[in-house]
Protein backbone atom coordinates (compact mmCIF):
# COMPACT_ATOMS: atom_id res chain seq x y z
CA UNK A 1 0.00 0.00 0.00
CA UNK A 2 1.13 3.95 -0.99
CA UNK A 3 0.97 5.94 2.20
CA UNK A 4 2.22 9.26 2.74
CA UNK A 5 2.84 9.84 6.35
CA UNK A 6 3.31 13.82 7.67
CA UNK A 7 5.68 14.44 10.61
CA UNK A 8 6.88 17.34 12.15
CA UNK A 9 3.78 19.03 13.95
CA UNK A 10 3.27 20.18 17.63
CA UNK A 11 3.53 23.12 19.27
CA UNK A 12 5.27 25.99 17.73
CA UNK A 13 5.30 29.48 19.46
CA UNK A 14 4.80 33.06 17.44
CA UNK A 15 7.78 33.50 15.23
CA UNK A 16 9.15 30.69 15.72
CA UNK A 17 9.86 27.97 13.02
CA UNK A 18 9.05 24.21 12.11
CA UNK A 19 9.54 22.02 9.37
CA UNK A 20 7.10 19.77 8.22
CA UNK A 21 7.99 16.45 6.57
CA UNK A 22 6.26 13.99 4.45
CA UNK A 23 7.54 10.60 3.70
CA UNK A 24 6.16 8.18 0.40
CA UNK A 25 6.06 4.77 1.44
CA UNK A 26 5.14 1.47 0.07
CA UNK A 27 6.23 0.23 -3.72
CA UNK A 28 5.92 3.32 -6.04
CA UNK A 29 7.27 4.32 -9.62
CA UNK A 30 7.03 8.25 -8.67
CA UNK A 31 5.26 10.78 -6.60
CA UNK A 32 4.10 14.00 -8.94
CA UNK A 33 2.63 17.19 -8.66
CA UNK A 34 3.32 17.40 -4.64
CA UNK A 35 2.11 19.72 -2.28
CA UNK A 36 0.72 20.99 1.31
CA UNK A 37 -2.34 21.85 2.21
CA UNK A 38 -4.07 22.91 5.57
CA UNK A 39 -7.34 23.40 7.04
CA UNK A 40 -8.34 25.11 10.17
CA UNK A 41 -11.12 24.45 12.36
CA UNK A 42 -14.18 25.44 11.07
CA UNK A 43 -12.34 26.48 7.39
CA UNK A 44 -12.04 24.74 3.91
CA UNK A 45 -8.63 22.80 3.14
CA UNK A 46 -6.65 25.32 1.48
CA UNK A 47 -3.31 25.07 -0.50
CA UNK A 48 -0.35 25.95 1.07
CA UNK A 49 2.11 25.75 -1.46
CA UNK A 50 3.14 23.83 -4.27
CA UNK A 51 5.37 22.17 -6.94
CA UNK A 52 4.24 22.14 -10.14
CA UNK A 53 4.84 20.61 -13.51
CA UNK A 54 8.25 21.65 -14.29
CA UNK A 55 9.93 22.38 -11.10
CA UNK A 56 8.06 25.38 -10.21
CA UNK A 57 6.82 26.82 -6.88
CA UNK A 58 3.40 28.27 -5.72
CA UNK A 59 2.95 29.83 -2.48
CA UNK A 60 -0.57 31.17 -0.80
CA UNK A 61 -0.67 34.97 -0.33
CA UNK A 62 -0.78 34.26 3.33
CA UNK A 63 2.23 32.22 3.85
CA UNK A 64 4.45 33.79 0.77
CA UNK A 65 7.89 34.84 2.21
CA UNK A 66 7.49 32.84 5.48
CA UNK A 67 7.18 29.08 4.30
CA UNK A 68 9.07 27.56 1.61
CA UNK A 69 8.31 24.19 -0.33
CA UNK A 70 10.94 21.45 -1.10
CA UNK A 71 11.54 18.27 -2.15
CA UNK A 72 14.33 15.40 -1.55
CA UNK A 73 13.35 12.70 -4.46
CA UNK A 74 16.13 10.60 -3.36
CA UNK A 75 14.29 9.82 -0.43
CA UNK A 76 11.06 10.53 -1.74
CA UNK A 77 9.95 13.22 0.92
CA UNK A 78 8.46 16.45 0.42
CA UNK A 79 9.16 19.36 3.39
CA UNK A 80 7.56 22.52 4.45
CA UNK A 81 10.00 24.66 5.95
CA UNK A 82 7.69 27.19 8.40
CA UNK A 83 9.22 30.42 9.43
CA UNK A 84 7.79 33.79 11.10
CA UNK A 85 4.64 31.48 12.14
CA UNK A 86 1.45 33.08 13.06
CA UNK A 87 -1.27 31.80 15.28
CA UNK A 88 -3.52 32.23 11.89
CA UNK A 89 -1.30 29.17 10.79
CA UNK A 90 -3.14 26.93 12.98
CA UNK A 91 -4.05 24.13 11.30
CA UNK A 92 -3.82 20.75 9.96
CA UNK A 93 -1.27 20.10 7.27
CA UNK A 94 -1.87 17.54 4.77
CA UNK A 95 0.70 15.99 1.79
CA UNK A 96 -0.80 15.42 -1.39
CA UNK A 97 0.45 13.79 -4.59
CA UNK A 98 -1.60 15.29 -7.55
CA UNK A 99 -0.19 11.62 -9.31
CA UNK A 100 0.92 8.47 -7.20
CA UNK A 101 2.04 6.35 -10.09
CA UNK A 102 2.65 2.22 -9.09
CA UNK A 103 4.05 -0.10 -11.79
CA UNK A 104 2.97 -3.83 -11.82
CA UNK A 105 3.51 -6.52 -14.74
CA UNK A 106 1.22 -5.99 -16.84
CA UNK A 107 -0.52 -3.06 -15.60
CA UNK A 108 0.88 0.95 -14.55
CA UNK A 109 -1.72 2.49 -12.29
CA UNK A 110 -2.42 6.05 -11.30
CA UNK A 111 -3.99 7.59 -8.59
CA UNK A 112 -4.37 11.08 -6.40
CA UNK A 113 -3.14 10.30 -2.33
CA UNK A 114 -3.41 12.26 0.33
CA UNK A 115 -1.56 12.23 3.82
CA UNK A 116 -3.25 11.96 7.22
CA UNK A 117 -2.59 15.55 8.57
CA UNK A 118 -0.19 16.41 10.86
CA UNK A 119 -1.24 19.22 13.17
CA UNK A 120 0.19 22.47 13.84
CA UNK A 121 -0.82 24.67 17.11
CA UNK A 122 1.00 27.85 16.89
CA UNK A 123 0.54 29.54 20.60
CA UNK A 124 0.57 33.23 21.35
Known amino acids: QVRLVESGGGLVQSGGSTRLSCVGS????????MGWYRQAPGKQRELVAAITSGTRTIYADSVKGRFAISGDHAENTLYLQMNSVEPEDTAVYYCHADRVTVRSPGRTTYFELWGRGTLVTVSS
Open 26 to 33: GTFFSLDG
